[in-house]
């Protein structure tokens, strides 16, 4: 099944061109690594699915993006984050309990009943393999929480949400290897449910985890196949540059 | 001032005065202290105003001046309608500052892009800052005494000072959700939260500590003046307490005025002591505010 | 439903967002409406630069030279003396005070700038007035040096926070790089931080200058108020803001000298502007 369908994309913010003739097919309940040097555009292209990116005053598209066969630009900006949830580079809680962290979604998008949050804050804690940990202090600051712990709470969060796509943004570049292998576990057990799109600078995670993989260089995307593919015979000289750490 | 120091000592050999008069760790020591002499001719003055006013003010302290209405022509008696009048024009005029002052800010920190529109709304800020306090009485006389037919009164007098403070609150609201780091509204922007959530569980909480902080140094600025209110609302002598927001009051600021300069013979103690209750109101509204911006500067999660 | 009601609260930001501009423009406008009407009395040439303001005699003399000479006055004495002083401040709390006397330095300085202005009023009238009644062996202490001594105080809490602030924002790689040549910590300080600086500290003086230009009560409490052609700094004068203080409870609505106190009030409006935007034009050039 297709979960995006990305036609001749086209990303500008003021003058600079940021993404350039994109066209893509990403398949659900897959892991997709992307990956490229900085700059190259991957972020750029993350935050385009869930819209995040007209947050900034300057910035243009041409091209469509198909999100479950509807154009997301014509969807309303809320629906398409609650479907489509973001984890970012840097664990960010909000400034408030570990309660309401991963309850935030769920009381934004209208549910008041507390017995209702309760359940989709526990249920979620334990996807992201954290319930074990904060469960006697769920009222505490998220700010108490060690940098792997946050980073589980903030893909809790998203869980929360029940969202059918989880955007990683470089998710493990503030943590240490043995939290990053957490994160990496909870995403292959995620991947059963969920799409999930992983934005990484660590070419071997990229390997490690994805079932397919693209490369992307200067706002292009250069090739995407399937990940043993890419890491054993890739099409583009540039591609097989990268991965065996020639540049980036 | 190297000169003169040069001169003072003629016995010296030419040659070492002339490397004297260069020399850049005298000259750092004489430039230091003139600059400790300025700071000191600023700071000096400060607490000397500070202590002359609580001692001289101090005396005249007491249950019966706070408590009792001006008699024998302001003579004697007490400031109690004073008091109570300038607490009803700060509360009048925040009621109606703050939640424009605050939508403004939010408007300018949360909507506004980096357009003509919003050069022009800080440049208009800035200027409405800049006002002269009697301007903001005429414009007062003008639209709410004359044209709005409130008279003057509370009413008028109150919605003068407001929109006198309302670039404080804006400037000050404004800096504290600029302080609200920028990654707080895209986590949860990105959990499917609208603008306005995002602003009213994520920023504002985050802000409010500042936002307090500037509606108290609001409050503090319209407590203090005087011009606005002159042709507006304040009553040169009303022994008694209104009974609607469309009366006339007398106000501390404008009551010392009038002591000190309009009416003969008025007993040191009375006006010493005004002064101390006006500074002492007007001072413990700074002091509050410092104290909250403090509690949760130190409280601050990230 | 609740998108209808986040339509609303938006628009209402929006609106309120607009406010200031609104208020600017409502309050020109207004003093237009009063005061322009006193140009069918007297052209504006002869209202700016008439030498007598006589506003109740018959007929009235509706000259503001006088108040704009004393006003004039005022704030250049002011200006004299708050702007080394004010500046050399700013200089020792951003570079040469140690940590804590800075704080308590700074804390000295916004507690001067919430003093309010009556209060400064009436301690100069109780202190300065006659200090310079005695030194300078006066008739009366109320004089424009008086006010210029006064208004140069309460300038000072502007100019030295915003120099303060333009001294500090200077990179500190600037310091350090004069201080890797060899320069002795003033060298780096009036050499390279004053001029890197300079915009901000312009500002600063602006600002604190249009405070001083639109001070109202201290300066009809202890300059005298005599609405005659200053010739000496030591004599009384009366600013165009004291004119309106002191003038507008007596004068009658709709009359000529109700309109030409509006007329005041239009001009000081007008500098007011003048120096505002001028002085945000240099602290935006410091920004670029």
Avoid at chain 1, 24 to 42: H, R, T
Avoid at chain 2, 103 to 128: C, D, H, M, P, Q
Avoid at chain 3, 6 to 12: C, D, H
Wanted: charged content about 15%.
């Amino acid at each position: 099944m297709v979960e995006f369908l990305i036609k001749d994309l086209n990303i500008w913010f003021g003058q600079i061109h940021a993404m350039k003739n994109v066209n893509m097919e990403i398949g659900s309940k897959q892991i997709l690594s992307v990956i490229g040097p900085a700059n190259s555009g991957k972020t750029t292209f993350l935050r385009m699915l869930n819209r995040l990116n007209e947050l900034n005053d300057n910035f243009r598209m041409t091209g469509e993006v198909l999100f479950g066969g509807r154009d997301i630009v014509e969807m309303d900006p809320e629906t398409v984050r609650k479907k489509i949830g973001m984890v970012f580079a840097l664990p960010l809680p909000l400034p408030m309990s570990i309660f309401d962290n991963v309850a935030y979604g769920v009381k934004v998008s209208g549910v008041r009943n507390r017995k209702l949050q309760a359940a989709a804050v526990e249920k979620a804690l334990k996807q992201a393999y954290l319930w074990d940990e904060v469960k006697d202090r769920l009222d505490t600051s998220a700010f108490k929480l060690s940098g792997g712990q946050q980073q589980r709470l903030c893909i809790a969060r998203t869980l929360a949400v029940e969202p059918r796509v989880i955007l990683f943004d470089e998710p493990c570049s503030g943590l240490d290897p043995i939290s990053t292998a957490k994160v990496e576990e909870a995403m292959l057990v995620l991947k059963k449910d969920y799409t999930i799109i992983l934005v990484t600078n660590n070419v071997k995670q990229a390997a490690r985890v994805g079932d397919r993989t693209a490369f992307f260089l200067s706002s292009e995307l250069v090739e995407m196949d399937g990940t043993d593919k890419i890491f054993t015979a890739p099409r583009d000289k540039r591609t097989d540059d990268y991965i065996r750490g020639k540049f980036g | 001032m190297n000169d003169s120091n040069v001169t003072e000592c003629p016995a010296s050999p030419a040659l070492k005065l002339k490397k004297r008069s260069r020399d850049p760790v005298l000259t750092q020591r004489l430039a230091f202290a003139f600059l400790f002499v300025s700071t000191l001719l600023i700071i000096v003055p400060v607490g000397l105003i500070i202590v002359i006013i609580v001692q001289k003010g101090l005396p005249g302290i007491t249950w019966q001046f706070l408590s009792d209405i001006p008699r024998q022509g302001m003579r004697s008696g007490g400031i109690f309608p004073a008091i109570l009048g300038t607490i009803y024009l700060v509360s009048g005029a925040i009621v109606f500052a703050l939640p424009i002052g605050l939508l403004s800010a939010v408007y300018l920190s949360e909507y506004a892009r980096g357009n003509f529109l919003t050069r022009l709304i800080k440049l208009a800020i800035v200027n409405l800052a800049g006002v002269p306090s009697v301007v903001y009485g005429l414009f007062g006389l003008a639209l709410f005494v004359t044209f709005f037919k409130f008279g003057a009164s509370i009413l008028s007098g109150a919605l003068t000072l407001g929109i006198m403070i309302l670039p404080i609150i804006i400037t000050a609201s404004l800096e504290a959700l600029e302080s609200v780091p920028h990654s707080f509204r895209e986590a949860s922007r990105s959990l499917g939260a609208s603008r306005w959530q995002t602003i009213r569980y994520v920023v504002l909480p985050n802000a409010i500590s500042g936002i307090i902080t500037g509606t108290i140094l609001g409050l503090g600025r319209a407590a203090g003046e005087t011009a606005p209110i002159l042709f507006t609302v304040a009553a040169f002598y009303l022994p008694q307490l209104p009974g609607s927001i469309f009366d006339q009051v007398m106000a501390l600021p404008y009551h010392l005025y009038v002591i000190s300069t309009q009416v003969p013979n008025v007993d040191e103690k009375i006006r010493y002591g005004t002064a101390l209750v006006l500074l002492a109101m007007v001072l413990f509204m700074n002091l509050a505010a410092v104290v909250i911006r403090c509690r949760f500067r130190k409280k601050k999660k990230w | 439903m609740r998108k209808l009601k986040e339509f609303v609260i938006e628009k209402l930001i929006l609106f309120c967002g607009l406010a200031s501009i609104f208020f600017v423009v409502l309050i020109f406008l207004f003093l237009l409406k009063e005061g322009l009407a006193v140009f069918k009395t007297v052209t504006p040439p002869q209202f700016l630069f008439g030498k007598s303001w006589y506003p109740i005699s018959e007929p009235p003399h509706l000259g503001i030279l006088p108040l704009i000479l004393g006003s004039l006055m005022v704030t250049l004495g002011a200006a004299l003396i708050s702007i080394p002083i004010g500046v050399a401040c700013a200089v020792y709390i951003a570079e040469v005070a140690p940590l804590k006397i800075k704080e308590i330095l700074k804390s000295g300085i916004e507690l001067l700038a919430a003093i309010p202005s009556v209060v400064l009023g009436f301690i100069g009238m109780v202190t300065i007035v006659p200090w310079i009644k005695s030194i300078f062996h006066l008739p009366t202490g109320l004089t424009a040096l008086s006010g210029a001594v006064m208004l140069a105080f309460m300038a000072m809490p502007t100019i030295v926070s915003i120099a303060e602030d333009a001294l500090y924002s200077v990179p500190k790689t600037y310091k350090e790089g004069a201080l890797a040549l060899g320069a002795t910590h003033w060298q780096a300080i009036h050499r390279v931080i004053l001029p890197a600086a300079s915009s901000g500290i312009m500002a600063a003086v602006m600002l604190g200058i249009g405070r001083v230009i639109g001070e109202t009560m201290a300066v009809m409490m202890i300059t005298g108020n005599a609405a005659v052609i200053p010739h000496s700094i030591l004599q009384p004068v009366r600013t165009l803001t004291a004119t309106i203080a002191a003038e507008m409870g007596e004068a009658v609505v709709g009359s000529e000298h109700y309109f030409a106190l509006f007329a005041v009030g239009i001009v000081l409006f007008v500098i007011s502007f003048i120096v505002n935007v001028g002085a945000d034009l240099f602290l935006h050039k410091k920004e670029q």
